[in-house]
């Protein structure tokens, strides 16, 4: 599971996941963390990051995680990842892709 987005490193914007296709059914209890990862051109590897600030994650008590995300730097894309319980206590892991560009 992917999903892609894009805001400016001054905005503050909600990123949504849907996990759907991972819950077979079930539905989410809790969000559990929200972790990001930036891209270094040198390395072309994800590496760590605390450029991106993360609000309280939530989710809708069905398939939906929300997290509202703030800074960034311009010309920089993160790998924003979530895990989450569902009503099963399985846990799930779902990925996104955040690119931050100054227009």
């Keep these: 599971m992917s999903s892609s987005k ?3 490193p001054n905005e503050e914007k909600i990123y949504t996941m849907d996990f759907t296709k991972l819950l077979d059914g079930a539905t989410i209890a809790t969000v559990d963390s929200v972790d990001q990862l930036k891209w270094d051109k040198t390395t072309k590897d994800y590496v760590a990051s605390t450029d991106l600030t993360f609000g309280a994650p ?3 008590g069905a398939n939906l995680a929300q997290v509202r995300i703030e800074g960034g730097v311009d010309k920089t894309i993160y790998k924003i990842t ?3 319980t569902d009503s099963l206590t399985q846990v799930h ?3 996104g892709i955040l ?3 100054d227009q």
């Design 6 to 8: 894009t805001k400016q």
């Design 93 to 95: 892991e779902g990925d």
């Design 99 to 101: 690119s931050v560009v």
């Design 58 to 60: 939530t989710d809708d």
């Design 82 to 84: 979530m895990l989450v």
